[in-house]
């Protein structure tokens, strides 16, 4: 399977703690995004990369919250002192980096979050 | 900013029929447009999008899109609707350089 991947698909944690998610973009795909989908929401645009460097991050992402992608290649978000109210979906989506009008965002399964 | 607002929350059609999911545009330039379908506790899978050109897009699974200027609509159309067509689907835009704003959603059920 060549598309994005994302690990672990859930995971529960009690308040408080510290989380990491993975997400793998489609090989070669030089632009890599998160988002974040509450229930009965559409995704929210968290932050996006360009091969390694951060480009725009949404205020969504508070100082809890760190994404990284040091090799241009997988990236982490992780979310430190986690709250109950960021319980969602993290959704991870890639693209090829090609101009503006021909992206086409491609998107992991995503990771839902409980936090008890 | 640039927004998609998918005015029905729930779409309910016979198998066989056909489908239509609605989705407006707000959009200050040139709109660059895109549907995408999920299936439950998965993530999203495109369907097609709108960049330019004709104002009829065909996707993927048989479903096409109109784009019209004038109604700044870009609904979605199945001709015939499958009980597998079942799942909730999203309308996005281009917002700024390159991420998407994403409607509320529609969850489509197709009855046999």
């Known amino acids: 399977d060549t598309g994005v991947s994302q690990d672990p698909r859930h995971k529960i944690t009690k308040r408080g703690q510290n989380v990491t998610f993975r997400c793998d973009p489609i090989s070669e795909h030089n632009r890599l995004y998160w988002y974040r989908q509450t229930l009965g929401q559409g995704p929210e645009f968290l932050t996006y990369?360009?091969?390694?460097?951060?480009?725009?991050k949404s205020r969504l992402l508070s100082d809890r919250f760190s994404a990284e992608r040091p090799k241009g290649s997988f990236s982490t978000l992780e979310i430190q002192r986690t709250e109950q109210g960021d319980s969602a979906m993290y959704l991870c989506a890639s693209s090829s980096g090609l101009a503006k009008y021909q992206e086409t965002q491609y998107f992991g399964p995503g990771t839902r979050l409980l936090v008890l | 900013a640039q927004s998609v607002a998918q005015p029905e929350d729930q779409v309910n059609v016979a198998e066989g029929n056909p489908l239509t999911v609605k989705c407006t545009y707000s959009v200050s330039g040139n709109p660059y447009l895109f549907w995408y379908v999920q299936y439950p506790n998965r993530g999203l899978q495109f369907l097609l999008k709108?960049?330019?050109?004709?104002?009829l897009v065909k996707g993927s699974y048989g479903f096409e899109a109109e784009f019209n200027k004038s109604q700044t609509s870009f609904h979605l159309k199945k001709p015939s609707a499958l009980v597998s067509d079942s799942a909730l689907y999203f309308c996005?835009?281009?917002?700024?350089?390159?991420?998407?704003?994403f409607g509320a959603g529609t969850t489509v059920t197709v009855r046999a």
């Open positions: 709108y960049i330019t050109g004709d104002n």
């Open positions: 990369f360009q091969n390694e460097a951060q480009l725009e």
């Open positions: 996005a835009v281009r917002d700024g350089d390159y991420k998407l704003s």
